[in-house]
């Protein structure tokens, strides 16, 4: 699967539990909407995935990607500690300029 550059790092990110190289990812006023919560900017970004990685130890595995106009829709199988795991997500990116925008995570 080919994958554009940011999201792939993305996800090497998190395979790898790196909330810097994570938050790295997106533009200094990204924004990130996940589990019903909005997180804005790289720091608070960083903070909820480095939470996020203690408690949930989740790992993404690629199955798909669609091109949406400007947004990109990776699905992923994701595992981890949480209860339901494994589990398929969706993960709509907005990229600009080489950096994540904005990323929803939705079921």
Known sequence: MNLPKIIADLVTAQNEFDSLAYANCFSETAVVFDEGKT???KADIQEWIEDSNK??????KPLSIVHEGKTSVLSAECSGTFPGSPVILKFHFDIEDGLIQTLKVTG
């Open 55 to 60: 408690k949930y130890k989740s790992v993404m």
């Open 39 to 41: 997180h804005t900017g």
